[in-house]
């Protein structure tokens, strides 16, 4: 099993920054897709932006360049810098990873964290 640690949510105002973080650790595993998606209530899961394993990377149309999705696979961490952060921001941010255990590839979700944006 793949356990992910999601970091780095919290309380921002309008037009400021925020990083999260995603920290993979357990079973032995090679990291394939590494992504965030949000949810906020009464609204379904989106992808905010997800990178491959070979370094292409897609985000959600709403991200307009104010996002930007790293990984660090020696670290088997995955980050999201966001600037310019907006009131429709505000949701729970969850990391999703995509990792080869034992020969087959399974789907992992992180517990969330919190990105509350006011003003």
């Known amino acids: 099993q793949v356990q992910l640690v999601e970091s780095g949510g919290g309380l921002v105002q309008t037009g400021k920054s925020l990083r999260l973080s995603c920290v993979a650790s357990?079973?032995?595993?090679?990291?394939?897709?590494f992504g965030w998606y949000r949810q906020s209530p009464g609204k379904e899961r989106e992808l905010v932006a997800r990178?491959?394993?070979?370094?292409?990377?897609n985000y959600g149309d709403f991200v307009k360049g104010r996002f930007t999705i790293s990984r660090d696979d020696g670290r088997n961490t995955l980050y999201l810098q966001m600037n310019d952060l907006k009131a429709e921001d505000t949701a729970e941010y969850y990391c999703?990873?995509?990792?080869?255990?034992?020969?087959?590839?399974?789907?992992?979700w992180g517990q969330g964290t919190q990105v509350t944006v006011s003003g």
């Open positions: 999703n990873l995509w990792a080869v255990v034992g020969g087959n590839l399974y789907g992992f």
């Open positions: 990178i491959r394993s070979d370094g292409s990377v």
């Open positions: 357990g079973s032995t595993f090679s990291l394939e897709h």
